[in-house]
């Protein structure tokens, strides 16, 4: 055992595999997924160390900021690659040389596209429960990268199928995003977004509200049976203390009028907007126009 780490503990020449971790990638530029991960070198080192790296390869990072670009192929430099290397090796160990002059790095351009999240939810909500307003994403758009040809008829990206039963309170879920079946060398900014909503227990109130007549023609006046109608609202317990018969406006339009039938369509035209639904009680109401 002595001899053996004796041994180990003396300096040797040969060579060692490492594996490779390419980072900062320029943004214009995707790595292919072949790209060769491994690479080998020739080492001054310690026979521990060589035990060590025979064992375990060591993961170096290749900064691809500067790679270079000739002839088709984008590449490093061994002397570049190599500067980059001794300052992740520890100090008793020295690289003599690489393997050949350049590693080519397997990088095609890309483009580009910013599309929208499309989300696949089903929302069952309890008796007298409402979302209020709006379903959440965030974010709502995300950014593709990737070859022309694969993202240029990708216009919008759909989550994976969020089922939720029985709501009665607020959500907050997260989801994948669904990566379309033909954007194989393409990545996406972000692999899930977040969906989230307000739900709310509503109720019903009845309001009876005055008719306005619109294009009465000059030198007449309208009689309308009645001259009053009542709507039912729907909306969250909190918005209906806050709403009143004046957030409300129901007409008649004298253009409307036929010789041949004394009655006109009632039309609601202003309601309050945090509501969920206004409900007239009655459609139409009969008239009689006097001459002035």
């Excluded at 060589?50 to 390869?57: M, R, T």
């Excluded at 984008?74 to 500067?83: A, E, T, V």
């Excluded at 023609?217 to 609202?233: A, E, N, T």
Aim: glycine letters at 4%; charged letters at 25%; a negative charge.
């Amino acid at each position: 055992m002595a001899w053996s780490v004796s041994k180990l503990s003396e300096t040797y020449e040969s060579r060692a595999a490492f594996e490779l971790a390419f980072v900062n990638l320029p943004d214009s530029l995707l790595l292919n997924t072949s790209q060769k991960g491994f690479f080998n070198a020739k080492l001054r080192a310690s026979g521990f160390q060589f035990l060590s790296y025979g064992i375990s390869p060591k993961k170096l990072k290749l900064d691809l900021k500067e790679v270079l670009f000739s002839e088709e192929n984008y590449y490093m430099p061994s002397k570049d690659m190599k500067l980059q290397f001794e300052k992740q090796l520890p100090n008793a160990v020295s690289i003599i040389e690489l393997e050949g002059d350049k590693l080519v790095v397997d990088l095609y351009q890309v483009i580009h596209k910013e599309v929208p999240i499309t989300p696949n939810i089903s929302l069952q909500l309890e008796q007298n429960y409402l979302l209020e307003g709006e379903l959440q994403i965030e974010p709502k758009t995300v950014i593709l990268k990737g070859p022309s040809n694969e993202i240029a008829d990708i216009d919008a990206l759909r989550t994976e199928q969020l089922i939720l039963n029985n709501l009665s309170e607020d959500f907050l879920n997260t989801v994948e995003v669904v990566k379309p079946s033909g954007l194989i060398n393409g990545e996406i900014s972000v692999s899930s977004v977040v969906l989230s909503g307000k739900i709310v227990r509503f109720s019903e109130k009845e309001y009876i509200v005055p008719i306005t007549t619109i294009n009465l023609p000059v030198g007449f006046r309208i009689k309308m049976f009645p001259d009053k109608v009542s709507l039912v609202c729907k909306a969250s317990v909190t918005a209906l203390k806050n709403i009143d018969t004046s957030d409300f406006k129901v007409i008649v339009d004298c253009d409307d009028i036929n010789q041949s039938n004394n009655q006109l369509k009632l039309r609601l035209v202003n309601s309050p907007e945090n509501v969920y639904a206004v409900r007239l009680l009655e459609d139409q109401i009969e008239f009689v126009l006097e001459k002035i």
